[in-house]
C-alpha cells in the first residue's frame, strides 16, 4: 500500500496512475457525499505561480479530472472527453493546503454530460466551474 | 537555445509553468505567437493532450501575452471559458496569437484561437485583472 498524506480523509484512494493525471498530480477520490463526488489534492512546491499562489492551470487541471471521472463514473464509460469547460477565479490556494472539489451532475443524456463543481480550501471557496462532457 | 524553428524559448518563472514548459515565442512586442511542443507526460492514458494541460498552456500564453502588453503589470486570472475543437498528440506543435479584446483601466478581457497543424484546436476567452502597482 503507498502512503497517503496524512490530511486526507479516510477511504481517499490516488486516482493519478498515469499520463498527465500523474505529472500533474497526485490527485484522490475521497468518498461520495450522496450524490455529490468528491476529490482532494495536496499543494506541493511544483503547483505553485510565482506570486506565491496555486497555479491557474493547476486548478483547472484538477477540475477538469474530477469532472471527467465523474461524467465515467456516473454513465458507465470508460471514456470521454471534454466539449466545453468555464471556471471563475475566486481566491487564492497556498502551499501545503489540502483543496478539495464537489462536483455535482446538472443533467445527462445519452451522448453528455453537463456538469458544475466548486475548489475550496475549507469553507474557504477558490474556484467555481461547469462544462459539457461527450461520454463514447 | 531553440528547438523550434523561428522560435525562442521563454523564460518561464511560475514552478507549474516550469513543470510542464517549455514554451517558445516569436514576433514583436504586442503581436507574438506563442507555440509548446507537446510531450508524452503532457499526455493522456489514451494518447491524446490533456484538457487541463491544454487550460495551463492557455493561461501561460494570455498571462506571457498581457505581460507583454503591459509592460510586466502585475495580474491574475479572473476566469476561463474553454471549447475543446480538436485533439492533439505528442509531437504536434501548438501555435496561438493571442488578442486583447478590450481594456480597462482594472480588466483586460483576453482570446485565444489555439491551432495544431493550421486545424483549430482550442478557442479560449478570459478575463484578467490587473493589480495595483505598488
Known amino acids: ?136 | 537555445m531553440s528547438a523550434l524553428e523561428g522560435y525562442e524559448e521563454i523564460r518561464l518563472i511560475d514552478p507549474f509553468e516550469i513543470h510542464v514548459g517549455p514554451a517558445f515565442a516569436r514576433g514583436r512586442k504586442g503581436a507574438r505567437r506563442y507555440a509548446l511542443m507537446v510531450r508524452e507526460e503532457h499526455c493522456n492514458m489514451r494518447g491524446v493532450v490533456h484538457g487541463g494541460m491544454l487550460m495551463t498552456l492557455a493561461d501561460l500564453v494570455l498571462g506571457q501575452a498581457l505581460w507583454d502588453a503591459t509592460d510586466n503589470a502585475a495580474c491574475v486570472t479572473m476566469n476561463m471559458q474553454v471549447q475543446f475543437l480538436r485533439s492533439a498528440k505528442a509531437g504536434d506543435l501548438i501555435e496561438v496569437e493571442p488578442e486583447i479584446a478590450r481594456r480597462t483601466r482594472s480588466l483586460v478581457f483576453m482570446r485565444g484561437a489555439f491551432t495544431s497543424g493550421g486545424e483549430a484546436i482550442m478557442t479560449v476567452q478570459s478575463a484578467w485583472k490587473l493589480l495595483k502597482s505598488e
Not at chain 1, 499520463?19 to 476529490?39: K, S, T
Not at chain 1, 505553485?48 to 469532472?67: E, K, P, R, W, Y
Open chain 1, 1 to 136: 500500500m503507498e502512503s497517503l498524506p496524512r490530511c486526507l480523509p479516510e477511504g481517499a484512494q490516488n486516482i493519478s496512475t498515469g499520463g498527465f493525471n500523474r505529472f500533474a498530480g497526485p490527485f484522490y477520490r475521497l468518498p461520495d457525499d450522496g450524490e455529490v463526488r468528491r476529490f482532494a489534492f495536496v499543494v506541493l512546491d511544483k503547483h505553485m505561480n510565482s506570486a506565491g499562489s496555486v497555479h491557474g492551470g493547476v486548478l483547472m487541471t484538477f477540475a477538469d479530472i474530477a469532472m471527467s471521472r465523474t461524467s465515467r463514473l456516473a454513465t458507465g464509460a470508460d471514456r470521454c472527453s471534454t466539449v466545453s469547460f468555464s471556471c471563475d477565479f475566486m481566491a487564492p490556494g497556498h502551499l501545503g493546503e489540502l483543496l478539495e472539489i464537489r462536483v455535482r451532475i446538472a443533467r445527462r443524456t445519452r451522448t453528455f454530460v453537463f456538469l458544475s463543481a466548486e475548489i475550496a480550501s475549507g469553507e474557504r471557496a477558490l474556484m467555481q466551474a461547469s462544462g459539457l462532457w461527450r461520454i463514447a
